[in-house]
């Protein structure tokens, strides 16, 4: 097992990384010293896990909360869910939650416990590749707006995230290929070495090896965690977290998060954004081709579908959150290892990268 810490300015909270960490109840049960626990899970993960996490907490009070798995049911609905849920059981602020799935559990577990009487704590307990490397660290929680992905939601920090890999044997190969891009997204921003590295392992990768997969999640979060601790609340630093996002949120947006999991868009997102680097002069073609024939490697998508309009694409940007007033603020690269945060590119050349 692996044991790292986001540490903040006023708090500071572990990842554990191991195999058969669910089952190690040793391990994370200190982390929940409440007497009344609520399970936030989907239908998908539950059958698999919830079982698992129940026995574990066995000499507690258990409410399992079941929610519909997907993108598109990340509303404010099922937020309102998990607290009704809360308050029939009569759970007080010494109650705790955990976050037990993907990315839309977790933001949306995070965010109802943000909420529940002001706030009560909670932990992470992901089950997918996207949620592990992603969206379990840093505190970021929320729903979705049919005008905007994201656009509700809080910086609430968990108590701890439990990262059991063994959870990765039941993920679909789509869903986990959906994970590696955001993986080989820490790769480009931030370490090149790590890069070369992903670019030398995709046959560990494809096989989902035990050690490599959690030396990559490791090294995953140990750069979130150094980019989080140096900015909790991205007022500058950590924004370059969001390469491709501003490109890979319209695309969910404009599809109704229905024909591509979020890593699938995130990996078209990154290609345009590389894409525009090259038209800027930049960084040199290499890097996207690079990139490009990694993630074709894991069959992920690198360019916008037929059928799809760039101007719908550049309409639905306009509503991106990380807007500065008329601006649109990307992630670029310098090199790889490397990225900016880009506020002055002309509209124009923005625009024709989408029609390119």
């Known amino acids: 097992m692996k ?16 195999s058969g960490l669910l089952k190690q109840t040793s391990e994370w049960l200190p982390y929940l010293p409440a007497n009344s ?15 698992t996490v129940q026995a574990a907490l066995s000499e ?17 609905t099922q937020c309102e869910l998990i607290i009704s849920k809360l308050l029939e059981a009569k759970f007080g602020r010494d109650a705790m ?37 992603d969206s379990s660290v840093g505190g970021k929680t929320g729903v979705n707006h049919p005008l905007g992905k994201n656009m509700m939601g ?20 789509r869903e986990y290929a959906a994970g590696l891009a955001e993986v080989l997204k820490y790769g480009l921003i931030w370490d090149a070495d790590f890069f070369e590295y992903l670019r030398a392992h995709q046959s560990d990768l494809k096989a989902r090896h035990d050690q490599c997969l959690i030396d990559v999640i490791a090294r995953c979060c140990e750069i979130k965690a150094d980019i ?15 390469f491709g996002h501003t490109f890979g949120h319209a695309i969910e947006a404009v599809t109704e998060y229905k024909q591509y999991l979020h890593g699938e868009a995130i990996s078209i997102g990154m290609c345009l954004a590389l894409k525009l680097g090259v038209r800027l002069k930049q960084i040199p073609e290499s890097l996207l081709e690079h990139t490009q024939a990694w993630l074709k490697a894991f069959h992920l998508p ?24 008329d601006q649109l603020r990307l992630i670029l690269l310098e090199h790889c290892g490397h990225a900016i945060i880009a506020k002055n590119i002309e509209h124009q050349t923005i625009y024709n990268i989408l029609f390119s």
């Open 3 to 18: 044991r790292l810490e986001v540490a903040l300015p006023d708090r500071t909270y572990p990842i554990l990384i191991g």
């Open 37 to 51: 626990i609520a399970v936030v899970t989907d239908s998908n993960v539950a059958k698999h896990y919830l079982p």
């Open 60 to 76: 507690k009070t258990v409410l399992p909360i079941e929610l519909t798995p997907g993108e598109a049911n990340k509303t404010l």
């Open 97 to 133: 939650i955990i976050a037990l799935g993907g990315g839309v559990v977790g933001d949306m577990a995070g965010f109802a416990a943000s909420l529940y009487q002001r706030g009560i704590d909670f932990i992470q307990m992901p089950t997918t590749l996207l949620a592990m490397v």
């Open 154 to 173: 809080a910086f609430y920090q968990p108590k701890a995230v439990i990262i059991d890999i063994d959870t990765l044997k039941t993920l679909p190969d």
């Open 228 to 242: 989080v601790a140096q900015d909790e609340r991205e007022k500058g630093l950590r924004a370059i977290l969001n």
């Open 302 to 325: 690198i360019s916008l579908p037929e059928g799809v309009d760039p101007e719908s694409i550049w309409q639905a940007m306009q509503q991106d959150k990380k807007r500065e007033e």
